[in-house]
DNA sequence: GTCGATTATCTCGATCGTCGAGATATTATG
DNA sequence: CATAATATCTCGACGATCGAGATAATCGAC
């Protein structure tokens, strides 16, 4: 195999494990009755809650791009089920806050704590001078779509 | 840092990546006023035919995970549009290939064939060496997800 | 302080994607 | 042949999203 059909493979290889990573979400909606928005939407909220945060529903739509109308919907839905709490702000009483409730943080950290558990857990095998040129490939390859995910 | 952080940052990279990914065929849709069911419908359909196989309505169906009812009017939109043409089968004249346009396939090939360019060019820099590592690493990664996104 | 502009969220009505149930047409089977 | 199985389509319903506009709270200029 030449050296450009190999990195034809490796990049298809990178498509193949893209397909699967969406994969794991959309089977986490099925288990729980979401479907993808809401669980895009609850892994903001588990990131933010993760950093200190408490996203408000604005900074919820930013993260999954939808216009306010449709995340009063997204909220009402998370909340009718009981996995998040609306919470006014009262420093600025027009903002709501949004927080998980503990089943839904233990769900999320079960299903994708679990794979990253077991991601990590994968790389046990792999030297730091290994893990080192995956690292700046994965920081080259980021690069390389993120200009192709904005502009041109 | 420690070996264990290094491997959880690797894993947030490519979870990062994962993101972009997305994005990037998010933004062919944009740019071509598609949503995204119809973008994995285009790609599944192209891929097949980079194999030199002819998509029927229900296998489309099954790639995109879709219910027959969905599949048609999946394939309307896409058909009104100009993307596909429906092909009745003369060996079987229930079944129904999907063809691709040219322009469509044009569209397809220079957004996501571009991407596909632009990451084998930035593996230029990597040796035989570095890849299969990165290839080891990627095949690992598939393996733990994709018994993520099956059963547990 | 007061009033208009701005900000954050919500309500309402409309549109579109998806589905289940069932219809239609074609092929396989006994 | 008649019947079952298969592939797609039609129809009606439901749910997610959106634009426009309402409501409520905060900010800023005076």
Redesign the interface.
């Known amino acids: 195999m030449t050296?450009?059909e190999?990195?034809?493979?490796?990049?298809l290889?990178?498509?193949?494990?893209?397909v699967?990573?969406?994969?794991?979400g959309?089977?986490f909606a099925d288990l729980h009755g979401l479907n993808r928005t809401d669980v895009r939407a609850l892994v903001a909220i588990m990131d933010a809650a993760r950093r200190g945060e408490s996203l408000t529903a604005g900074r919820l739509g930013e993260a999954v791009d939808l216009r306010s109308a449709s995340v009063t919907a997204l909220v009402d839905r998370l909340e009718r089920v009981g996995h998040v709490r609306r919470v006014r702000d009262p420093e600025d009483r027009r903002r709501v806050g949004l927080q998980m409730s503990e089943s839904a943080m233990a769900a999320g950290a079960e299903?994708f704590g679990?794979?990253?558990r077991?991601?990590?857990a994968?790389?046990?095998g792999?030297s730091?001078d290994?893990?080192a040129?995956?690292?700046r490939?994965?920081?080259?390859?980021?690069?390389?779509?993120?200009?192709?995910?904005?502009g041109?």
């Open positions: 050296d450009e190999e990195r034809r493979e490796v990049a290889l990178l498509r193949r494990l893209n699967e990573l969406d994969a794991v959309q089977r299903h679990g794979l990253a077991d991601l990590t994968a790389m046990e792999y730091a290994e893990l040129v995956v690292r490939w994965l920081e080259d390859m980021t690069a390389v779509i993120t200009r192709h995910s904005r041109s």
